[in-house]
Nanobody, 121 residues
Framework: QVQVSESGGGLVQAGGSLRLSCVAS????????MEWYRQAPGKQRELVAS???????NYVDSVKGRFTISRDNAKNTVNLHMNTLKPEDTAVYYC???????????????WGQGTQVTVSS
């Protein structure tokens, strides 16, 4: 079994910062790309940031310069450092990891349960 779990969400004032963390656990052979998504009420889920196993990163334009994604392969974790938060950043943030298990020869995507981020004006 494989589980992915996020933490670090909460309530913060506009201009503040939060750090989200995501850890993958279980029978893991390797982890490929790890990504952060977010979904606001009434809106589609949006890809916010991604990072490959080699450390290559990508961001949606609205968070460039404010958010930083990083990973620690030894700990099977990915982090999202969010700075100068805006009310528009309010959403449930989800972690998705592409994981290969010893049982299967291909990678499968695993989603976390989500963590709420609320930014007040």
């Amino acid at each position: 079994q494989v589980q992915v779990s996020e933490s670090g969400g909460g309530l913060v004032q506009a201009g503040g910062s939060l750090r989200l963390s995501c850890v993958a656990s279980g029978s893991i052979a390797s982890i490929g790309v790890m990504e952060w998504y977010r979904q606001a009420p009434g809106k589609q889920r949006e890809l916010v940031a991604s990072i490959t196993s080699d450390g290559s990163t990508n961001y949606v334009d609205s968070v460039k310069g404010r958010f930083t994604i990083s990973r620690d392969n030894a700990k099977n974790t990915v982090n999202l450092h969010m700075n100068t938060l805006k009310p528009e950043d309010t959403a449930v943030y989800y972690c998705k990891a592409s994981i290969k298990t010893p049982r299967w020869s291909r990678f499968n995507d695993y989603w976390g349960q989500g963590t709420q981020v609320t930014v007040s004006s």
